[in-house]
């Protein structure tokens, strides 16, 4: 199959964010080819996707245990690699209402919002993710995948990718089995995941709901619907990468000031985020993270 895009595409900007949280045996990348093991409605598939045209449209191979799967694995990729964006309007739009941003935004022209197969599992990841490191989160994450991930059969598995992340609902009924962190974290994996909000409703009325469960703050709600429901206009609250990255570019020294940046890139406020959240990554390890006595 073949996914149509609308250019510009930051597919090296997407690659690297798959590759940071890759869980082994779930999900792979290779250079700009990005392989995902998933659920769909039918049964498992892997979804693998080559990133790297620069026209015209990506090449797309789903391996799916069940051929009425087709159309579902389609709009699955095409989800989790934001490929329905308007990457010229929210470009423009972003160097326009924030000069300041203009640019990152000229670097990295396309940037997409890297999504995740369900707002379950970006809640899960999320949690997990409060407080602690990128690298110590998927650590987690695979000890939680060791523990229940689900083999895709046979005849789906490539050479890296051969299992199901563990379901997000069955990590948080087992949280106390892996997850090393503080217990009112764990209490609120139990809660958040066994319930999680019907992906489908408007991102005001699942960002109230989510702010509803007890453990889950603005931060959390805001990362999840980013990654989990395509949000473009949430901006995670006293985000320390975000700021990282602010004050290495001299555009906030603290807190209040990168939320008054940021809400002037409404309504693409995500897209903003996501240029920061680059740009710190590519920073010396001592510009990445913040002092205690500036943050």
């Keep these: 199959a073949e996914l ?40 498992s598939a892997v979804l693998e996707v080559d990133l790297g045209p620069t026209e015209g449209p990506l ?15 389609v709009a699955l990729a ?16 972003l ?24 707002l379950a599992e970006a809640l899960l990841w999320a949690i997990v993710g409060q407080q602690i490191s990128t690298v110590r989160a998927r650590a987690l994450l695979e000890a939680a995948t060791d523990l229940a991930g689900e083999e895709v059969p046979a005849g789906l598995r490539t050479a890296h990718v051969h299992r199901l992340a563990i379901d997000p609902a069955e990590a948080g009924a087992r949280a106390e ?9 764990r209490r609120t994996l139990v809660t958040a995941l066994s319930a999680p909000p019907d992906p489908h409703r408007p991102v005001p009325e699942l960002r109230e709901q989510l702010l509803r469960i007890r453990g889950v703050g603005p931060w959390t709600a805001d990362y999840a619907l980013l990654r989990g429901a395509r949000a473009v206009d949430v901006a995670p609250s006293r985000d320390v990468a975000l700021l990282a990255a602010a004050r290495a570019l001299g555009l906030a020294p603290d807190f209040d000031a990168l939320d008054t940046m940021l809400r002037a890139a409404s309504p ?13 990554d590519s920073l010396p390890a001592h510009q990445r993270t913040l002092r205690k006595d500036r943050s």
């Design 95 to 118: 160097a326009s209402a924030v000069p300041a941003l203009a640019p990152l935004v000229a670097a990295r022209p396309g940037v997409r919002l890297p999504g995740t197969p369900s």
């Design 268 to 280: 693409w406020r995500s897209y903003a985020v996501m240029h920061l959240w680059h740009h710190r």
């Design 4 to 43: 149509a895009v609308r250019r510009p595409f930051d597919a090296e900007g997407l690659a690297r964010w798959f590759a940071a949280r890759a869980l082994p045996g779930v999900e792979h990348v290779e250079g700009l080819l990005w392989q995902r093991a998933v659920r769909l409605p039918h049964g």
């Design 59 to 73: 090449p797309l191979t789903a391996r799916l245990t069940d051929l009425r799967d087709y159309a579902a694995a």
């Design 177 to 185: 089995e892996w997850f090393r962190g503080p217990g009112a974290r």
């Design 78 to 93: 095409r989800r989790m690699l934001d490929l329905d964006a308007d990457p010229r309007g929210i470009d423009d739009g």
